[in-house]
């Protein structure tokens, strides 16, 4: 987290319990019936903050309104509800004096909303209008910030794409000839286009490869259990690729709050959570955005792949890579492939409730 709410409560210097009179708990429970239930960094405050709200700067209404969406959770929910971009805050906050509280978390809910609401219309249209040769304003955010949000992958860098092994797994019979020793190299890479099933950056038929940049992450991302086997198979980068990376890095979460807020905007953020979030059926519309991004990205941004982060493997970087075709290796090629197996797997928890 950029800046832990027990770090953050102590930058204020008095009391939250001015706030309209409310409690702590008070202001928690106020919070939770406007529709916040999940909002548990609030019952994290470990200490009151030291202004009635009327009084508050700018900066701390930034703070508060950062407070109200800590950054890590992942449900979209309350990154709708409590977005964190602050470009208009001087309008919004100079008529807080007076208000419920109520009436300022739903002001301070509205503050940086305007492109997130844009994103939100245009999965709408995907959904219920149209959804090839698609044009929304949306698109046009999208495509200021190519640059913004542009890397490079080298050639000669390697990427781990893994795959589970049949649960009756014989390492006799499994043994390909080195240096493959789990899939062989045609199993490694990519399915032919009849056998390839919708997923969150392609639809059915349209083959993309799915990898990560660590054999971690990519072992993670197939959701293994006790016992299994999988095959992880390195894949070597033949060209210097351009990407557009969803993914924010250990350095970005050191920044300071203001910076993070300008670097990161909401309906990037956004876009960043839904890519990484799995889902149980790719053959609905679940995927319907991202694979409506990606596929913007890759014919009119020209864009070889995408980046976005894991949300199996904590700071782990998953990778896309568009126009890549069964057995054709002018992109990126199997180089080996190993076979692991997972000896446990291990889930940290904090109660929230």
């Known amino acids: 987290m950029i800046k832990s709410i027990w770090d953050f409560t102590n930058d204020i210097s008095k009391q939250l319990k001015h706030l309209h009179g409310q ?3 008070q202001t928690t429970n106020a919070l939770n019936s406007i529709g916040s239930n999940e909002l548990n960094a609030i019952g994290q405050f470990s200490a009151n903050f030291s202004k009635p709200l009327k009084h508050l700067t700018v900066p701390e209404l930034q703070q508060l309104s950062c407070a109200l969406n800590p950054i890590g959770i992942k449900n979209l929910d309350i990154l709708g509800r409590f977005s964190t971009d602050i470009s208009n805050i001087s309008e919004q906050t100079k008529c807080l004096s007076g208000l419920s509280l109520q009436q300022v978390v739903k002001k ?3 503050v940086g909303r305007k492109d997130l609401r844009t994103l939100e219309r245009f999965h709408t249209k995907l959904k219920e209008k149209t959804r090839f040769f698609c044009e929304h304003e949306f698109l046009d955010i999208l495509k200021k910030a190519f640059d913004r949000f542009t890397i490079f992958i080298n050639a000669d860098e390697v990427l781990y794409r893994a795959r589970r092994l049949p649960l009756d797994y014989d390492e006799d019979k499994w043994k390909h000839s080195d240096p493959f020793m789990g899939y062989n190299k045609e199993k490694s890479f990519i399915p ?9 950056a392609n639809m059915r038929g349209i083959p993309c490869l799915y990898a990560a940049r660590s054999a971690e992450t990519a072992v993670s991302e197939v959701r293994p259990f006790k016992g299994t086997h999988v095959s992880v198979a390195e894949i070597r980068i033949k060209k210097e ?3 557009f990376s969803f993914y924010i890095t ?4 050191m920044l300071d709050l203001a910076d993070f807020i300008g670097k990161f905007p909401a309906w990037y953020r956004r876009l960043a959570i839904t890519f990484s979030i799995p889902r149980e059926n790719s053959e ?7 694979q409506c991004i990606s596929e913007y990205l890759w014919l009119h941004g020209g864009f070889d792949g995408i980046a976005f982060p894991s949300s199996l493997h904590d700071r782990g970087e998953n990778i896309v890579l568009f126009n ?3 057995n054709s290796y002018d992109i990126c090629e199997p180089v080996s492939s190993s076979v692991y197996r997972i000896k446990d797997i291990k889930v940290e928890y904090e109660h929230t409730f």
């Open 192 to 200: 032919p286009a009849k056998e390839t099933t919708a997923g969150r």
């Open 250 to 253: 250990n350095d970005d979460y």
């Open 241 to 243: 690729l351009r990407l």
């Open 284 to 290: 609905n519309d679940e995927y319907l955005l991202t």
């Open 108 to 110: 301070l809910n509205s």
């Open 23 to 25: 409690s702590l708990q």
């Open 324 to 326: 890549c075709k069964h």
